[in-house]
Structure formats: C-alpha cells, structure tokens
C-alpha cells in the first residue's frame, strides 16, 4: 500500500512551513527576542503590555501560536507510527507518545492563553497583569515534563528494538538523552528571578528552546530517512 | 511490536542487583512491561514524597485561611514549594508511560480497544488540570513573597481546587477501567477489583462539596473530602500494583485467557 506513506510524507512537509510560521511569530512576539525578565515590576509589566507598539505584535503573534502550536501534533503522530514498527513486543512505548503528544501543546497553549489575556484589557490593575504575566511565562517555561518523557521513551524504545535493521539508527536514542538532560534546568524557573535558570536565562530560555528545535529538526530528519525507507519496501513488496 | 525476540536466552544470572537488571534488559521479553511496572512504583513513591514531604501541600492546609494567612503559608515553605514543583515538572511526564501500562492491562483483556484508548487519553488529558496546574500556581505564588495579598489567595484557591477538584477525569476513567474489568473473559485481573473501581469512583463524587464548602468535613482538607478519598486512592493503588504484577508474571502475549501462575512463586522471573 504505498499511498499510505505517500499521505505520511505530505504530512512530514508540513514541517518546514510550520517552522517558518513558528520562526516568525516567535520574532514578532516583543518578549522573545530578547526576553522579558522575571524581575520586572507590576508597573512595568503592565506598561509592556499597554505600550501600543507591543500590544498588536503581541496579540497577533500569540493568535498565531494558538493557530499553530497545535501543528506538531502530526508530526509527534509519524513518530508514534514508526514506534509501532520497532521489534517490541506491546505497544506500551507508542501508547507512552500519544500521551506526550497530547500533553506538550497542551500546556503550551494554556501558556498562550496567558499572555492573550494579558493583552486583552491591558488597562487591567497592574498586579492582574504581573500574575497573569507570570502564570504565562512559568507554564511556558517550566513545563518540560512531556518533552523529557518523550525523548526517554524514545531512547528506551530505540534500544529495545532488537531487529536487523532498526526502524531508528542507534545514535538517535544517544541524542534524545542529551536533549532530556538539557530540557532538565528549566523546570527551576521559579526558583530563581535572575541567573541561568530564571524564565530569561541562558539554561532555560536559549538552551531549552534551541533544545527543543533542534530535536524537531533531526527527528524530522530521522523521520524522513524511515518514512522514506518504508515507502520503498512497501513498492517492493508491491512489485 | 511485530518481530518476537530469539528465545535462546541464557538463564537469569544470580549475581549482583545490576547484573540481574542487565540482564532483563537484554533478555526478558517483559522488558517492556516491567519498565511500566517499575515506572509506576517508583514515581507513586516519589510523588508520595513530593507532595507530602518536600512541598508540604498534602495533607492540605485550610480552605478558610485569610489572604494574610495566605501570605504567610506560601513563606513558610517557599523552597520547598519552588524546588519540589520543579522536581515534580521534571518526572511529571513519567505518567505517560504509567498510563499506557495501566492501557495495555486493559488491551490485554477480551473487550474492545475502545476501552485502552478512552483509558489513556483520559489519564493523559487529567495530568494537567489534576497536578500540573497545582505545581504551576504554586511555583507562581512562591516566587514572589510580596505578592497582593489577594492574588495570592486566588493562586491558593486554584492549586488545591484544581488538584482536588478535577473530578471527572477519574470518576470516568475509574469506571471505564470497571467496566472492562467486569466485562473481560480473559481474567486480567479478578472481577472484586472491578468493584473496587467502584470505590474509587463514588471517592470522586463526595469530593463535589469541596468546590462550595469553606470549612468542615466536605471542605478540601476535611474528613470526606480528603481522608476518605486518600484512604481508598492508597488502596487502590497497592491492588492494582499488586494486580499488574501478577498479570505481568501471568502474560503469555497471547490473546485468549491468560495462564495461571504455576503454585511455586519463586517459578516466575520478577525482576
């Protein structure tokens, strides 16, 4: 049935427009590019969000993160397919990452719920829009859970499949470990206001993100190679 | 999950505690199960320890503190708050392979897949609202002591509202599990746990008055609301540990009934 992996590979070239949607709204956000800091007051919290040359990049960037977050999903999707085809004896592992597909854009859309409504009344009481300031950037930041189990799953499910030739290539399982050790300092956000872990600092802002990126970029990789690998045998199979 | 592993294994060494894992890991087809089974006591102990020990919110404080009182309980375990959320961030994810174990125990049995997937996507989905956002608001509240006093209540009342107060997830999620369980001719696990999850259904139902009383024994902290609902979840949980041992000691990977296990305990190769 090679259709099949035909309508898996359209889903795979959704990836790079995602990314450039991803890419954009995250430059046209004002408190990413260089990102706000946890030690700003109410008052200037409240005036970042009043300030009329954020308020539109602010809403129309976060509208788009709320269009799009979502757009990973599918490609998490392909992931747990190619789970099913290890040598595993139960379905336990692909199981595992619909869970974690189900719960990572999940809280990245509460976090985005957040900052819109931080910028649907910016003329609320300053205190309201520092805590809904903070619930944003603390969801957003500190919620590495579903992406650490999702790289140890699939480093666990990679070592276990024990076959000729294996659906992922062993190093793969080696680089989802290194990127769940680097998501790791971020979910100490709290615990700092300045510093490397605080919501702007290097550990948990540029590392964690960059973390993240480069895990969709080589899974999608790894992705194509298997998907590719798959359509083939499933031709020859055919012929 | 297609290929079946070579079967020439040799015996499981008697040696040290890390040879013996190793030695699962390279030759036990339950591999994968036991990775469920041990992920799921090792991170109830740890949560157990999380909430009750590190960050000091179970068992939970009174509803009817005042926004100064508030105040003050935040300060008073603030690290402790800040440091164990953030643990509890990191393993937070554990319970997606927990909850696809607990699945697999119900794929396992002879009713419809129906009832696996309504199971996992509803415990997934129950992560969030039932601990994730507990851990948010009170990371939010911790961070900063000077905080209007107000705010802080509001981020009180929403930590342990939403912790104690998702209810449905659980009330569902428990009586799918019955069903199946009931349902199943393959005997995964003995009919008197389909009742139990009965049990901790009906502990879902007496929690409703914690979202209206302030005080007393449906308040969150109160006797129903809390002790009895804590006392049955711990329950719970040992048996079905103790069920989803046996089962994956009985498991044949097979499809029909699953086989007894053989009079001599010591027969089985529990890690």
Known sequence: MPRRADGEVLLLWTLPVLGVVWLSAFLLFPGFVEPMSPTMSAEQVAAFYRDPQNLPRIRYSMIAFNWFAVGLIPILALIVLQIRRMAHRTPIFSYAMIACAAGGPTIFLMANLFWLLAAFRPERDPELTLLLNDLAWVTFSSQVGFLIAQSVILAVAIHLDRQERPVFPRWVAHFNVVVAALLIPAAFTGAALTGPVAWDGVLTFWVRNLAIGLWIAVMAAVLARAIGRQRAEDEAAAA | ?271
């Open chain 2, 1 to 271: 999950m297609n290929a079946p592993r070579p079967e020439s294994a040799p015996p499981a060494p008697a040696g040290s505690f890390l040879r013996r894992i190793a030695w699962h890991w390279r030759h036990d087809e339950k591999c994968e199960l036991w990775i469920g089974w041990w992920t799921l006591v090792v991170f109830y102990n740890l949560y157990g320890l999380l909430f009750f020990v590190i960050t000091r919110t179970q068992p939970p404080p009174e509803p009817s503190l005042d926004p100064m009182e508030v105040v003050q309980w935040f300060g008073d375990r603030r690290h402790g708050l800040l440091y164990g959320y953030a643990l509890v961030f990191i393993v937070g994810g554990a319970t997606a392979i927990m909850n696809a174990t607990l699945a697999y125990s119900i794929r396992r049995m002879s009713v419809s897949r129906a009832f696996a997937y309504s199971y996992l996507v509803i415990y997934a989905l129950a992560t969030l609202p039932g601990m994730l956002l507990m851990g948010v608001a009170c990371t939010v509240g911790a961070m900063r002591p000077d905080r209007d006093p107000a705010v802080m209540s509001w981020l009180y009342d929403l930590a342990f509202l939403s912790f104690e107060g998702t209810m449905g997830v659980f009330l569902i999620g428990s009586l799918i599990w019955m069903a199946a369980v009931l349902l199943d001719e393959n005997g995964v696990f003995p009919k008197w746990f389909g009742y139990l999850n009965l049990c901790n259904a009906l502990t879902e139902v007496v929690v409703a008055p914690a979202w209206i009383f302030q005080s007393g024994a449906f308040a969150w902290d109160g006797s129903i609301a809390w002790w009895i609902n804590m006392g049955v979840f711990v329950i719970y949980t040992t048996a079905f540990l103790t069920l989803l041992r046996r089962m994956i000691l009985r498991e044949d990977f097979g499809t029909g009934p699953l086989p007894e296990l053989a009079t001599d305990p010591a027969a089985g190769s529990a890690p």
